[in-house]
């Protein structure tokens, strides 16, 4: 079990969450080419390392976090909200 | 007869006998005691078989290693098999059963294997499978069907557990692991620095260690201190978990523990017999202990012999003698402790030191107790099948000894240096690195993990070591917790007066011994000298060929004498052959109390809509789909599902009926930008989609295929009310909300899953508008006023005379002339008694989901059935609904070149040749005569349709209607060789033009 400090409930575990996938990918413009869009859905890189991923707080608060963790030692560097608007709130309201 | 109960001492409570029963005889024994010091006090020697030639196996250990006294424990559904009799406290009226054995573990019939033993080496069953060169596997196969019979462990009850479990969660600043020496240690010093602490204990007892000491010691860990600590440890607030094992490390700091809540108490009352308790601790200190371990000699697995410790421990802490003759064999000091203890209790001991020079003062001491000390020797071959008579000692020259003298005896001890407990730390993937001075594996580094290793866990084997080891970790822990310094205490060293001389097994020269080194699994010495000569080099694969430590004991003994035997087989060293990876559990673990509370609707909930009480006052049928409980049919009497459901399908064709829809996903899209947002998400156009209209849409995921079908209901300029499909609601929800927080955070659109906030009933039939008609003083249903696809919102006008909120649309899912009605959840009753009353009077019927269903299969239209992942908007007739001027989610991907090949297989209908003919959803599409391959396609959906009169069929066939439309194909059944002729039709089977819903 990993624990995740949520932005917004604070530290939780795992089972709080569900995994929504690499965050480092970049979705083309719905009109782009064949191959940005087979890029960007089928292709993925596996790091031995940091990598960036989303985590969805479905027992929480519902939003969606980028959270930066090691895919070795399962170490969490950061945990920001994905939505912009929502983490200058948040980041805002806590100030 | 061999043990007995010696006439004091222990850390037994000699006032309260506790009676059990093992194989149904009547013991007695003594609060305090486990099932194994019991029947040693009784003299009893064989306590368990092995697991595949049947050998007796006695006491070989004092707890968690223990891998010949392994029982079952209760009866019938409360039966636990695989049970250490080394771990378990006896309580008054347990039963206490031997196991892999028949009649009984004493007098075994299956010790027949033992004869064969030749041919049950490592790797037997894995060369069964390629049998006798030359003869095939066949002879091989029927021998393993005998042997399967006979090899085995306990059997589990088949019967459902009556017990329940729970499952609890804490928080604390450190938890120690362990109560021995080193856990109380820091404990302590935590606790004076106001930490919040857990100090978790497997045993019944706290103390660990201190309890296989003389009580009277004197030392700094002696039966005072102990008290006194725990004493102080509770009064500060400290949370003591004894019968508590900490079976797993787990990331972030989390701890799986698991409580033995009941099994000692004799009235369980309520309590869950087991808890299982997931603490998630700031820092974590391991003072796991350390395991003895044996070195092995010719039969060192017969009843008698044991670690030497464990000896120790029947002496010290249950008051019992092991045996009245005793020989330890030892490479290391600390043997030297337990031969005294076996002498100071009144047996005749004889220590056989494997080193040449042994250590002079433990040397002295020992002779001047009595105990003969013999130097430079070592056990070659223990004497007595059923129990130690003798045993043949040799002198030893490094590698070899001759037997050259027997010594009459019934217990042997041996210690050949002890292994450090670093399970847990192991679960987090760190390797511990050998240490050739200790002769043990070492964990150095704990890296990352706010985890610290303390006692003889970390080497520390003495226990002035341990205190001081204990001390030192608190002090680290509090330093990472507070920042606060203090001075750092040094390394404690394990002062042994002479060094340990690694000792693995014993060889005599012109004689093969039978040397065992996981006595459950009867892996041997030359069973691992097998697996390196057949060509298993790495220790995970040598592991696996010859199971060696993967019986319920997990190797904890063994281990290590495998490794080092593997390392010498292929002329390495221990560091270089490494080490194997402990997974959780440490010790096994009930599935039900990992499971805890989460058990039935617990687990798995029940959903109803809000129309359930109304539905059962007519005596309707449920049926599960998911979570939900949906109306399945409404049978009148004597009717079964078919007949009920023709007669409501017929119903709802002939006038009109009524259903429950209120399992519909249900989703708010809000928003200055919900146009944009709705015309990217569906693949046809939502931006000209007027207020007061709603339009089917369809959903493609991103690579393409079809994900989810519904309609959504403009209800101003800027809110739309989605509708989903019942699976979907979450799946659709959660799509949309990855789109809006991650993809597109730009755009101004809210969206709310509003499934359970509203509830509604479709009204179908030609005579809807009669229904309906006057209901809503507030809407018009005319033609005119509410074409196909019209919203309105207003009320609904219930038997009360209140007015209730409803917003309705025009849509058909059955084909004929509907309206879907919702209202908000609390009304949903209101509004299902106002609908049926007037549905009742225009001579309608309430309908469930198989007459729906039947009249869905009947216009064509698609469910989960044929929007399985597989199918794109072509495949299932929709391909016009797939925008060409607009980029929506999903476009791009469905163009590939493979998505849109015009020999995909994609929806027919299918109608049965000869007419009553019946065919399954889920049978092969094959053309006539050519049942062979994967065939054309399948049948996705069925009915039994009355307005056909005939079963007719959704299913999807390569080339589709252009190529197939008439022909006649078969439908294969081939589990239940069944097969049927087919001919396809279009999927429209009834009211193809779509007349009468647009009526």
Known sequence: MIRINCPFCGLRDHTEFSYEGDATVEYPALDASEDA???????????????REYWRHGFGCGLFLEVERHMVTHEIRSVKIAHPGMAKVVAEADE | MSGYRLPRGGRIDRSRAVSFTWDDTRYMGFTGDTVASALMARGERIIGRSFKYHRARGIMSAGVEESGAVVSLWSDARRVANVKATQAEIVPGLAVWGQNAWPSVRMDLGSINNLFGRFFGAGFYYKTFFGISGRGTWEWMQFEKLIRQ????????????????????????????GSGPAGLSAAAALASQGMDVILAEQDFAVGGSILSGGSDDGGSASDAWLASTVEDLTAKGVRIWSRTTAFGLYDHGVVGLIERVTDHLEHPG??????????RARRIILATGAVERPFAFGDNDRPGVMLASSAATYVSRFGVAPGKRAVIGVNNDSGYASAMTLAQAGIETTLLDARASVPRSLASTAREAGIDVRAGMVPVQAIGSRGVRALDIGRYDGERALAEDRLPCDVIGVSGGWTPVMHLISHKGIKPA??????????????????????????????????KGGERAAAEAIKALTGKRRTKLPEPVTDWEAPLQPVWEIHEPDRKLKCFIDPQHDVTTEDVRLAHREGYVSVEHMKRYTTLGMATDQGKMG??????????????????????????????????????????????????TPMRLEHEQLGCKFVDAGFWRRSWYYPEKGENLARAAKREAKAVRASVGMVDVSTLGKIMVQGPDATEFLNRVYSNPFAKLPVGKARYGLMLRDDGFVFDDGTTWRLTETDYFMTTTTANAGPVMLHLANLLQTRWPEMRVHITSVSDHWGGLAVAGPKAREVLDGACPDIDFSDDAMPFMGVRQGH??????????????????????????????????????????????AGGVPYGLEAMDCMRVEKGH???????????????????????????????????????????PTLVGLLPVEKGARFKAGAILFPQNESKGHGLGHVSSIA????????????????????WEGKEISAENPIDGESTRVRVVSPHFFDPKGERMHG
């Open chain 2, 270 to 279: 309520d309590l869950p017999r087991e808890r299982c308790r997931i603490v």
């Open chain 2, 150 to 177: 006979a090899a085995g462990m306990g059997r589990a009850s088949d019967k459902p557990d009556p017990d329940h479990y729970e499952i609890m969660h804490d928080h604390c600043d450190v938890l120690v692991v």
């Open chain 1, 37 to 51: 869009w087979f890029d960007a859905v089928f292709l993925r890189e596996n790091p031995r390392g940091w990598h």
């Open chain 2, 796 to 841: 609904l006008r219930v038997e009360s005379g209140q007015d209730i909120p409803v917003m309705t649309a025009r849509l058909s899912f059955s084909g004929e002339q509907a309206w879907e009605v919702m209202t908000p959840a609390d009304y949903c009753p209101a509004m299902f008694r106002a609908l049926l009353t007037r549905v009742r009077a």
């Open chain 2, 559 to 608: 281990n290590v004498v495998g490794l080092a035997l593997m390392a010498e087989a292929a002329g390495s060293t221990i560091p270089e052959t490494g080490t194997t990876t402990f997974r959780p559990p440490y010790t096994p673990v009930s599935i039900g109390a990992l499971a805890g509370d989460e058990r039935g609707t617990l687990w798995r909930p029940t959903r109803h």
């Open chain 2, 862 to 904: 698609v469910t989960g059935r044929e929007l399985d992942g597989r199918t794109t908007a072509a495949d299932i007739g929709l391909g016009m609904m797939a925008s060409k001027k607009k980029p929506y989610i999903g476009r791009v991907l469905a163009g590939r070149p493979d998505l849109v090949r015009e020999d995909r």
């Open chain 2, 434 to 467: 050998w240490n050739e001075e200790l002769s043990a594996f070492i964990v150095e580094d704990t890296g990352i993990e706010p985890v610290a290793l303390a006692g003889s866990a970390a080497g520390h084997f003495t226990t002035e070591a341990a205190l």
């Open chain 2, 944 to 963: 039994d349709s009355p307005e056909l009169g005939s079963w007719v069929g959704l299913g999807f066939v390569t080339g589709g209607l252009p190529k």
